[in-house]
C-alpha cells in the first residue's frame, strides 16, 4: 500500500478560477477527511466522508466549497470563483473508520498547496 | 467545541539536549494522536494513545496520556537534528481536533 496520494502537490491560480484536488486514500480504509493548513498553524477540519456519505462540514467551509467521494473511494475538493484568503495547504487524511472505535487514526497525505494571485 | 493548546509554540535547542513538549485541553478525548510534520509535506503519525496514564516509547521520543485523558507529553533524549520539525498533537473523539503545533528546532 502506498499511502494516501493527493494531486496535484502545488496549484498556482488567479483569483476568481475554479480549482479541483483529488485525493486517493488508503484503499481499506472508509473514512476520508480534508483539512486546510495556514502558515504556522496546525490543520482545520473541512469536512469528512464515511464512505460515500458527506457526515459532517465545517463552518469554514464555504459555498465556494464542495467535496464529493461518488464511489466511496477517491475524493474532490472544489474551490470556486478563488480568493486570495483560500491561499493555504489542502490535506487530506484517511481512516479506517471504526464505528465507535476509540482510536481512528487518521493517516494524512502530502498535501496540494494551493497559492491564489 | 473541543480545543487543544501546545506549549511551548517554539523550541530551540542544541543537540544532544533533552526537552518535553505538552499539549492540553479542557475536554476528554477518547485518543490522543502525535504527529510530526515538516516544511511542504503532510504530518506523519508518531503515535497513539488511548489509556489514561498510558506511555509509549518510540527510540528516543516517549509519549504520555495523561490519567483524566485531557493532556499529553512528548519528551525527545538526545534530540537530534532530525528531529526538527512541527510536532502536532490532535484529539479523536466526536471530530477530530489539532493543536497548533510547536516548532522544534535542533541546532548542530
Known amino acids: 500500500d502506498t499511502g494516501v496520494s493527493q494531486d496535484p502537490r502545488h496549484k498556482i491560480t488567479k483569483r476568481g478560477q475554479n480549482v479541483t484536488f483529488r485525493c486517493d486514500p488508503i484503499s481499506e480504509h472508509n473514512r476520508l477527511y480534508w483539512y486546510r493548513q495556514t502558515l504556522g498553524q496546525g490543520p482545520e477540519f473541512l469536512t469528512y466522508f464515511q464512505n460515500e456519505a458527506q457526515l459532517e462540514k465545517s463552518r469554514l467551509l464555504s459555498d465556494r466549497f464542495s467535496a464529493e467521494r461518488p464511489k466511496g473511494s477517491f475524493s474532490t475538493l472544489e474551490i470556486q470563483r478563488t480568493e486570495q484568503g483560500d491561499s493555504a495547504m489542502y490535506l487530506c487524511?484517511?481512516?479506517?473508520?471504526?464505528?465507535?472505535?476509540?482510536?481512528?487514526?487518521?493517516?494524512f497525505g502530502p498535501g496540494t498547496r494551493l497559492t491564489v494571485l | 467545541t473541543q480545543l487543544l493548546e501546545q506549549s511551548p509554540q517554539f523550541l530551540s535547542i542544541q543537540e544532544g539536549e533533552n526537552l518535553t513538549v505538552y499539549c492540553n485541553s479542557s475536554s476528554v478525548f477518547s485518543s490522543l494522536q502525535w504527529y510530526r510534520q515538516e516544511p511542504g509535506e503532510g504530518p506523519v503519525l508518531l503515535v497513539t494513545v488511548v489509556t489514561g496514564g498510558e506511555v509509549k516509547k518510540l527510540k528516543r521520543l516517549t509519549f504520555q496520556f495523561g490519567d483524566a485523558r485531557k493532556d499529553s507529553s512528548l519528551h525527545i533524549t538526545a534530540a537530534q537534528t532530525g528531529d526538527t520539525g512541527l510536532y502536532l498533537c490532535a484529539g479523536g473523539g466526536q471530530n477530530f481536533v489539532f493543536g497548533p503545533g510547536t516548532r522544534l528546532s535542533v541546532l548542530p
Open positions: 487524511a484517511s481512516s479506517l473508520g471504526l464505528a465507535g472505535g476509540p482510536a481512528d487514526t487518521q493517516y
